[in-house]
């Protein structure tokens, strides 16, 4: 896993009073097909030879929150999950890469990390930390934890 900057977003609609900024995924300036919510890239890691895991912000000053995504340019948008509360505001920071995971600070002092699953595994509900947000779905690529320093 590497950080890259041949991902940047391009943005296709913008945010609505119950909307978040919807941007088009580009790589190396060429199109993907590929909507993500969001339109601040805070980074791109590529994972393999066609995934990247994305973090992306709204630019939103009191309630900014992170949307973490897995997509494989081939088979689209594997994961995502959304990372915020209600009037609590984050700033992406400390991004550290292992073999499979990122950790990074986000709201807080609290430090973030993302696994990344090599098999899709059973999700189940209410088995995230507190303030991670997802689409409903029975499986997922990603694995994220929290903790307090």
Not at 51 to 64: A, C, G, K, Q, S
């Amino acid at each position: 896993m590497n950080v890259t900057d041949a991902i940047a977003l391009s943005v296709v609609t913008h945010a609505g009073k119950l909307t978040q900024t919807r941007s088009e995924v580009l790589l190396n300036g060429s199109s993907t097909g590929l909507l993500v919510a969001g339109k601040v890239p805070e980074a791109a890691v590529q994972v393999a030879d066609n995934r990247y895991l994305l973090f992306i912000t709204d630019d939103v000053i009191f309630e900014e929150s992170l949307n973490v995504i897995l997509i494989d340019l081939t088979l689209g948008i594997l994961d995502r999950l959304e990372l915020g509360q209600q009037y609590a505001t984050g700033s992406f920071a400390d991004l550290c890469l292992e073999a499979n995971s990122a950790s990074f600070r986000f709201i807080g002092d609290n430090l973030w990390t993302v696994s990344i699953l090599t098999r899709p595994a059973l999700r189940l509900p209410f088995s995230d930390p507190a303030g991670v947000s997802r689409p409903v779905g029975f499986k997922k690529y990603l694995r994220i934890s929290v903790r307090a320093e």
